[in-house]
């Protein structure tokens, strides 16, 4: 089946810009998070959000920075005027029930939004 | 700006070797742990995990081993192939219900042919 998806693939922005991303993840998948990855680094968890409870909201770096949900469905993260240390890959994130060879529910993560921030 | 030039650890294999990932993990807390495998240009993808009551695990050409005294996790490759080159991330998870796991930094794996 359809893994995770997001889009755009490259966002190419001007400093100061607001940019939104977004995210389809796998259906039925009730859990869903958004990481930041900067060149040669590690995931950094920014927002998690879980079927209808309140979002996880304690990894946004700043209030310039916001996630939806709608439902058990899509999100988009959007990053508010823009700053050149927001360029990262933007990393979208879904999770199923524990099953087969995992001890706990399996993360399955979307190829990325790679932004660019001039 | 952003800084350039970054550099991730970095491992350079032989194909048919076997390969020892290892990582340092910060929280005596964690209860489970897990590897992921990141290919260029892709999101990282589950390889194998396991619970902080457990010292090894096996998959399929993987094994995971725990060791709590020290706080470290390594993971072994058996019989490297190219395919397997990418970036390795450990992650590791507090547990308490809330699921949400620290990554870390990630080692660079080569397989030469």
């Known amino acids: 089946g359809a893994g995770v998806s997001q889009s755009p693939s490259n966002k190419v922005t001007e400093k100061g810009k607001d940019v939104e991303l977004r995210c389809d993840p796998i259906?039925?998948?009730?859990?869903l998070y958004w990481y930041r990855q900067r060149l040669g680094q590690g995931l950094e968890f920014l927002i998690y959000f879980q079927g209808n409870s309140a979002p996880d909201k304690s990894g946004l770096p700043s209030d310039r920075f916001s996630a939806e949900r709608t439902g058990e469905s899509v999100s988009t993260l959007t990053i508010q005027r823009t700053q050149q240390e927001d360029s990262a890959v933007y990393l979208c994130?879904?999770?199923?029930?524990?099953?087969?060879?995992?001890?706990?529910?399996?993360?399955?993560f979307g190829p990325g939004t790679r932004l660019t921030v001039l | 700006g952003e800084s350039v030039g970054l550099h991730l650890p970095t491992l350079s294999v032989q194909e048919g070797d076997n390969s020892i990932i290892n990582c340092a993990y910060s929280?005596?807390?964690?209860?489970?742990f897990i590897w992921y495998k990141q290919e260029s240009g892709k999101g990282p993808q589950f390889i194998i995990d396991i619970r902080s009551n457990m010292d090894k695990r096996q998959g399929q050409r993987v094994t995971v081993l725990l060791n709590k005294t020290v706080k470290h996790l390594s993971l072994q490759i058996a019989a490297t192939q190219p395919g397997d080159s990418a970036v390795y991330f450990c992650?590791?998870?507090?547990?308490?219900?809330?699921?949400?796991?620290?990554f870390g930094r990630g080692t660079s794996l080569i397989v030469h042919p």
């Open positions: 994130a879904s999770r199923e029930l524990a099953g087969g060879s995992s001890f706990v529910d399996t993360q399955y």
């Open positions: 929280n005596s807390a964690s209860d489970y």
């Open positions: 259906s039925g998948h009730t859990a």
């Open positions: 992650a590791e998870n507090i547990g308490g219900g809330s699921y949400i796991p620290t």
